[in-house]
């Protein structure tokens, strides 16, 4: 990990060194510890949001950490066909590969840093699992799944697909060249990412070397959310310990800072964190199952609409027969 690197990482745009007379660290207001649990067809996940609460999360519903694991061959595993409506799904591939089909024609080979950006909207079926080269081989499998909510106005545009390759992401580099930041939607410091959200979001995933220091300007209209993936190190201005699969909720600010601790576990070489925040919906949110809904009667709507065959068909020619 990670499969998006460069060999020279001060090559890179750098941000800005932050101004202390202006700059206002957000605190860390919560850490949660993600447990693990299986997903689909059994896949290990962390389940990285248990314990925050929504109004902290808003407007994000639900991330896994997927793997990290080197499966045996014959062991890959992924998800059945099944509906969504309502929010949006981000599969981000770290290390490995994830094949993806939709009922709206969307999809392909997710491989090794790419991410897979599916607004769900009014609804759609999809399905995720290992090309079949990956099951007769084996393999790295590491990634995040991460569930956007769409606001009411936006619950029920038509679906959409957008397939983000990794070198459309957009690196760049703490100003000492300690930190890599690969910014997949939002702006980080004028850097804008490629993904295209209906909510305002930022995502950025971040390689830190052992000892490396990095302040993020972050807006003060969006909350802001650091997960660690691997590594340990510490965030906020009062420098709050964290480590693998543990999330820090932060405070109000108008930058964060993260630290990867001098010496790492002798399982990973560097601190790897996601950095997330939007700005909060501010709406009633009823979840169930694969759908994101305001109301329990809107939920009540999309089962009914599921099962009725109205939220779209599985293709002819489509994986997981």
């Known amino acids: 990990m990670p499969a998006v690197t460069v060999d020279d990482v001060l090559a890179l745009e750098r941000i800005g060194t932050p101004d202390p007379l202006t700059t206002e660290l957000r605190a860390v207001r919560q850490v949660t510890t993600a ?14 949001f248990a314990g925050a609460s929504l109004a902290d999360l808003d407007p994000f519903v639900h ?6 694991i080197d499966y045996a061959p014959g062991e890959p595993k992924g998800t059945p066909w099944h509906p969504h409506r309502g929010f949006e799904t981000v599969t981000y591939m770290i290390d490995g590969t994830f094949q993806h089909q939709d009922s709206i024609g969307g999809g392909g080979l ?6 897979q950006w599916m607004t769900a909207g009014a609804g759609i079926l999809h ?5 079949e080269d990956l099951v ?5 499998f590491h990634g995040i799944q991460l569930w956007v909510n ?7 545009v038509p679906p959409r697909y957008q397939g983000i390759e990794p070198h459309t992401a957009t690196l760049l580099s703490s100003p000492d060249g300690g930190a890599l930041l690969r910014v997949i939607a939002g702006d980080v410091d004028g850097h804008r990412g490629p ?3 209906h909510t305002p979001i930022t995502l950025v995933h971040a390689t830190m070397s052992p000892g490396a220091r990095v302040v993020i300007p972050w807006p003060r209209e969006r909350n802001a959310l650091v997960y660690v993936l691997a ?4 965030v906020g201005g009062e420098g709050r310990p964290v480590h693998t699969g543990q999330l820090a909720v932060l405070g109000a600010g108008n930058a964060l800072a993260i630290t990867a601790d001098p010496s790492q576990d002798s399982s990973a070489a560097a601190l790897e964190v996601l950095v997330l925040g939007g700005e909060p919906i501010r709406e009633p949110v009823a979840a169930y199952g694969p759908f994101v809904m305001n109301t329990r009667e809107e939920l009540a709507q999309a089962f009914e609409d599921f099962h009725a065959g109205r939220l779209g068909t599985i293709p002819a020619e489509h994986i997981g027969h």
């Open 35 to 48: 447990p693990h649990g299986l997903e689909g067809e059994g896949f290990p996940v962390r389940r990285a």
């Open 63 to 68: 991330m896994d950490q997927m793997g990290e």
């Open 110 to 115: 997710i491989a090794n840093g790419a991410t």
């Open 127 to 131: 399905i995720e699992r290992p090309p």
């Open 136 to 140: 007769v081989s084996g393999g790295r």
């Open 150 to 156: 769409l606001p009411k106005r936006d619950k029920w």
């Open 195 to 197: 993904g295209v959200t």
């Open 231 to 234: 590594g340990r190190g510490s």
